[in-house]
């Protein structure tokens, strides 16, 4: 255990106890030095700044004091028993299992403080440094989601606030802006024509947003809005891009392709669309006619509705210059005459709605009568072809008739010349097809090999892209990693050993590896001895069976043998108890050694000694007793 008193005292002076030089070990360490060394890894672990660094001189402030410590080591996680009698009464195993999970508590940060660091200065630069790590552990909130700069947290007991500047903010915001491309590359030169339009007309990034305040907001939108597209090509190329077997040229070449003709059809539909509302507007203008000549006005008679509209213009003109010369005497007459037009007006209109719908009924009428009857006419016509057909045949074959066995003869011969051909043809085509269906199963079987392959291939390549982004990933949170323990490597102090630990826990795992092999071959050596004990036993009970049974049998014929008979009983029971006393024997050395190891525990918890700090912090607590009882006497109070 001295190694880890020694780590243990180390650690204890870093966090700026006053430990003297001559203690070697936790078994040297006072109640005063225990109290102060816990209350300043709380007050560095939990941020307990209550917490007394020494102990007062009464017994109650004290009691209360070593309840404090222990419920704040409850707090922190600590699983083993602790009350004040811990450190008031304290015993080296309780004290150094405290310690260690003290020190495995402590935060990193710690190493930096020196035990000579303990003035107004350390403490603030330990508070400024409390509140950087808080600021830094907590959650970014934008300044605009902060009302007056008043941020709320909850550390689970009481909901505080602290104030944060937000001095200049404003809303985010950004405009598109034009930057320059291309000029990464030194490799690739840069056309003339884009460098003198970034040269001459390009206007800096600067002086492109309207406001100043702007030109941030648009380059970080600039940089996420291609970023969002660089990421939405890789996901698309590895997608579809790869399964195409294309290059990238060809593939952006075909996509094009395809929205320039989905684009041109719909430009042709639209056209279609405005092509028929443009007819639909001539049908409409036809149909206007057709009203009017259903209402069979001599003057209306192919007026078109342009020349209605002219015609009523001049009619209403007419009828105001009419109206101008005699004047009307009331203007109940001018409103019942306006009523009574407007009730023909209706009731006209509500007559040519009737009569157009009426001709629009007879319209649609003709339309399937016109449909029906075209069918009907391509039926017939139909039928009239293949009538013409038959006719034709029919009179090839009535002008073959007078001439009948040699145009017989002659259509055998055609036949049978025509079915050799086709003979022929027959073997050629089975002479050319066997190599060429030959060759093409080959072809295929070579196509589904290569499809296989570069389906393989496919699959790997997007697995080792997979695994690129995966290793990528883990590169940039290593060198994260790297550059964080780099930065809390410079913030350690630079005075400590290492080497002298290592050297020390390689020495103590070599004594663990040293003693576990001695319990091995101690456990070995015991099962061996056991064995045999068993083995001897087993023997010697047999052997016993075996001449009890032959004595006995010539107990019966000689009293010689009968003696030697019950002197083998004897021998045999004197043996047992041999043996039974030798195995009590061992027990109770066993537990003689048990209660030496359990005398030896209890010494080492110090029970003398904290018995007689009890008995003094009694009478001490009995003469406070007194004292306060006196000074209350001395005020009139009774007790």
Known sequence: MEEVDGIILHNLKLVGCDIDDSVRCLKEFTTELIVEATSRCLRLIADRTDLLLGLPPGMSARFRIGTSLATALTELGYRGEIGYQTFLYSNEADI?????????KLPKESAEILPDSQGTAALVNRAIMAEVNRLLASTWVPPFCKKSGLRWQSNGKELTFSREGVKGTHLFSGRPISV???SADLTKPVPKEIKRYYTHHCVPVTRQPIRGKEVMTSLMQLNADRLAAAQEW?????QFGLASRLTQKEYLLRKKQKVSKRISEQLRQSAQTVKDAESRQFKMADIDELLNRAQGGAASGRESRFARDKKLRFDEEDSGAISAGPKVTSEEEVKAKRHEELVGMKSKLSELVSNYDEIDAQIKNYKAGIQQMSEELSG????NTEKENEHRLKKKTIDLLPDADTNLAKLQELADTTSQKLVNLANQWEKHRVPLVNEYRKLKDVQETMMDSSQDKLVEIQEFREKVKIISDEAKEKEELTKQLR??????????????????????VEKIKKQKDDINKIL??????QKEINSLTGKLDRTFTVTDEHIFKDAKKDESVKRAYKYLAAL?????????TVEGTGSTMREIRELEDQIDQEQSKNTVTNLEKIMRDYHQMKQENDTVAEKLKTFGVKV
């Open 380 to 383: 017939l016509n139909e039928m």
């Open 487 to 508: 930065a809390e490597f410079e913030r350690m102090t630079k005075d400590v050993n290492r080497s002298v630990y290592t050297k020390r826990i390689i020495e103590i």
């Open 180 to 182: 320059v491309t291309g």
């Open 524 to 529: 070995a050596d015991t099962r061996a001895v």
């Open 234 to 238: 890789e996901a698309e190329w590895n």
């Open 572 to 580: 045999h029971e004197n043996c047992s108890l041999l043996i039974k």
């Open 96 to 104: 150094r299992r405290v310690f260690m999970f003290l020190i495995e």
